[in-house]
């Protein structure tokens, strides 16, 4: 039997977006077994074990996710060597991925990205997850990691009131929820 996919979700400090998108993981693995994947997050500017603002708790909860247990994590090299595919918020997030460990290029893309690419090209088995994230990886470049683009990118919605927040975590989940579903079709 394979190893579960392990998720990576990445922003700046782990302590709002990639919570959520732990949160969101997690909450769509529950129930398989064996599991569909294993999920942790991690901050590229990050302590250990800070809690998740507040904002970012009640954001999720009002979307049935629970992240006041996450506490961050910095993107070390064990977080890297854990993980079999990694999703930044942001372009810079996956760049920063990319350039501490270039070999982790095909493994490595913004959660919005992937969502928008799983959907045009859902896996089918006997496909592996990994021969699938390779597949979608080949139809870019690296230089589509540079930059700031909204196709791409789920805007931070630190200090920028609970609206914002909302609208972070709703795309998050509906990004999450997407990949899910593209990737184990027959048991999602």
Excluded at 76 to 99: K, P, Q, Y
Aim: contains cysteine; hydrophobic residues 40%.
């Amino acid at each position: 039997m394979t190893e579960p996919l392990r998720i990576v979700v990445i922003c700046k400090m782990n302590r709002c977006r990639s919570p959520i998108g732990e949160a969101s993981f997690r909450r769509l693995a529950s129930g398989h077994e064996p599991p569909l994947f294993e999920v942790q997050s991690a901050g590229i500017q990050t302590q250990v074990g800070l809690k998740p603002m507040a904002q970012a708790v009640e954001a999720a909860d009002r979307i049935n996710l629970d992240a006041s247990e996450i506490r961050s994590t910095p993107l070390s090299d064990s977080v890297l060597d854990w993980g079999t595919l990694f999703l930044g918020m942001e372009r810079i997030h996956a760049l920063e991925v990319c350039n501490r460990r270039p070999d982790l290029y095909h493994r490595t893309f913004t959660l919005k990205d992937l969502a928008r690419r799983s959907a045009l090209f859902a896996r089918e088995e006997p496909l592996s997850v990994q021969s699938w994230l390779r597949l979608l990886s080949e139809s870019r470049n690296r230089m589509q990691l540079i930059g700031r683009h909204a196709a791409d990118d789920i805007e931070d919605p630190t200090g920028r009131g609970m609206r914002a927040h909302r609208i972070a975590a709703k795309e998050i989940d509906t990004a999450a929820r997407s990949i899910v579903r593209n990737c184990f079709r027959n048991r999602a």
